[in-house]
């Protein structure tokens, strides 16, 4: 679900999925880090997030005339 459905550039889903995690984890004290289904969510949420990087956030090196534009995908890499 994570994988295919989350944004990591987004924000708001962002805060909807830390408040979801927080909550499963105070509420259902079978959910902790040491689970083999939360090691499992984790690897999903690290999967998406380089996904994330390597396709949505363009850095180039070679484009100095575009210093908005860097400066713009930067602090979206940092979002």
């Known amino acids: 679900f994570i994988a295919s459905v989350w ?3 987004s924000s708001a889903q ?11 984890q105070e509420e259902f004290p ?12 984790q690897r ?4 998406r997030i380089q996904e994330s990087i390597n ?3 363009q850095l180039e090196a070679t ?10 995908q930067y602090w979206k890499s940092m979002k």
Not at 15 to 22: D, E, N, S, T, Y
Request: glycine share 0%; aromatic share 12%.
């Open 44 to 47: 999903s949420l690290i999967k």
């Open 7 to 9: 944004d990591p550039l």
């Open 63 to 72: 484009n100095t005339h575009s210093y908005s534009f860097y400066q713009r």
């Open 30 to 41: 079978t959910v902790s880090p040491q689970t083999d289904n939360f090691k499992d969510l």
């Open 14 to 24: 962002t805060q909807c999925l830390v408040k979801a995690l927080q909550y499963l």
């Open 55 to 57: 396709e949505d956030i």
